[in-house]
């Protein structure tokens, strides 16, 4: 590893590690003040964009490539749950004085294997010096056929409630890294938990089903009761989730067999990166049917009610669960 | 003001401050995971993504309103220099821990301002807690009429090189800022030069004739002569600028006249936000009338020529001007 004194400048820099990942023509090779995209005919623009910053989003020594994947994949989640295809992103990039240029390649390296993974090319952005820690700033655009996105606010009453994947993983993850839960009944699934939380898996093969089946959808970020309720509070409706049936991987069933925090936990914890979607109970079948497709499970968590209160979780007994913080608040 | 334990969360924060921003229906009220945008049949997107850090790219005490417009008009100017008209942009807010009230009224209150001024909407962003100091990352979308776009790289032997406004006094703002310039021989010019560095003016007006007349054009972010080394080299031609030429205000000029170093922050210091174009003598009266309807004044500063050197600066006895570092790295 050559000597902190040999390291490229800003321009260098680019050239040898972001550059290489930027072949899309829109791009100018990152040589332009700009990039270009001209959009398909007929498809609308979706557009997002997530921050992560070392110490709140990730833990500065994540290895490099994992910081990568999981700043690119949150964005790609919300592109997934609005039903989009991924176009391209940009990327800004807040790089710490003490950045090392193997540490860049690790980066780049792990968005370069996003990229090709998800099919999303790098358009453009910017490398600035960051006065403190790592920051990260992903816009990311996606498209949908014109005015078929997917809103939080389209729930209905009678809806059923579905879930992609399991919930609560990469909470319950950060609670090992963070030492404040006991991972030994999970025994090996311990890596399974540490893992969901350093790398987020964006459900973009079901995309086209949440755009044909859901009347409602958003990624789990903040927490499970947190993003629903605001489904509900956009959506003008409330509803209710069974506890018991929220799917859990067998290490976090494990976990919350073994202390009573970890359900609060997968309730509210966030990270999850999964799809929430609401439809009627008429389009389940086929919702199901196209995420076995994509290999993707779904399950029925629960239902749109009428009413404008927040979302009820109740235990298998039918018994309201009483819950502190409903998200993760990020201030 | 209230008191630092009254202050909103995320949610109420968003609602008060950055929601009555988001008036475009592509934005969704901030209420949803992403925005949309319809793009308009026949027009390429421009799309453009600077970050700004406290402590890099202004001062943390800076007022917020100017923090705000700095932000979002550095990416603006891109926009300019390429051409391209304002769709709207996406913000990325990474609050310090200590923020207050006033600090956001301010700062939303200088995006207001702006927005109306540029004709900008906000459509969508993020908000997160920054571990240290305040970043800012600004995603703007423009466009263009298809294949439009005006680049860095089509600049041609012959061709005039012209710049917008004056140069120079942003950068010795900064100087003045930071101690390293004497400012007495400016006289009252002095607050010309501080309100060019925390101001920057995005020539928007001058979008349709970049796109008309020039060959090659971007905004001076980075130092005239580094950031025309970017359109020399990306062109394979190279430069020639005449520095008695080079428009300064009557504060820049003073205090060039009395400090040596001062030319060199002029010819290299950046932060200008003006726009450089080269093109065909032919084109000049055009651009020059179409500057003028425009209220922008703009100046031939020297010529494009053969060779794949760096530019060259001569003085007025044809001499040329050894300059050290060409440009601001941000490194």
């Known amino acids: 590893m050559p000597a902190r004194g040999e390291r490229p400048g800003e321009f260098g820099m680019i050239a040898r590690y972001l550059r290489p990942l930027a072949d899309d023509p829109g791009a100018f090779g990152l040589t332009d003040d700009a990039a270009l995209l001209r959009p398909e005919p007929g498809f609308d623009l979706v557009l997002t964009k997530d921050m992560v910053a070392a110490g709140v989003h990730f833990f500065p020594d994540d290895p490099p490539e994992s910081i990568a994947r999981k700043a690119l994949r949150v964005n790609l989640s919300d592109l997934a749950a609005k039903g989009a295809a991924p176009v391209g992103y940009l990327l800004g990039l807040a790089l710490p004085a003490d950045w090392t240029e193997d540490w860049m390649a690790g980066f780049s390296a792990g968005l370069a294997e ?83 939380y350093l790398h987020p898996q964006p459900r973009l093969g079901l995309a086209e089903a949440v755009r044909d089946f859901a009347n409602a959808a958003l990624d789990i970020s903040d927490g499970l009761i947190g993003d629903l309720s605001h489904v509900t509070r956009t959506s003008g409706v409330s509803a209710v989730v069974e506890a018991a049936r929220i799917p859990l991987s067998d290490a976090a069933r494990a976990l919350v067999a073994g202390d009573p925090t970890a359900l609060a936990s997968v309730l509210t914890g966030g990270d999850d990166y999964e799809i929430l979607a609401t439809m009627p109970e008429a389009r389940l079948a086929a ?23 927040a979302p009820a979780v109740i235990d298998a007994g039918g018994a309201k669960i009483t819950l502190g913080r409903v998200s993760h608040d990020h201030f």
């Not at 399950?299 to 009413?307: A, K, L, M, N, Q």
């Open 114 to 196: 996003d990229q090709k993974r998800y099919g999303i090319p790098l358009l453009g952005g910017d490398t600035v010096k960051s006065p403190d820690g790592l920051m990260l700033s992903v816009t990311a655009l996606g498209q949908v056929p014109a005015g078929r996105i997917v809103r939080r606010s389209g729930a209905k009453v009678g809806d059923v409630i579905v879930v992609s994947g399991t919930i609560g993983d990469a909470a319950l993850g950060l609670r090992l890294r963070l030492g404040t839960l006991d991972g030994t009944t999970a025994g090996e699934g311990v890596s399974h938990l540490l893992d969901r």
């Open 287 to 309: 919702y199901k049917a196209a995420a076995a497709r994509a290999g993707i499970p779904v399950t029925v968590i629960g239902g749109i009610i009428e009413g404008e209160g």
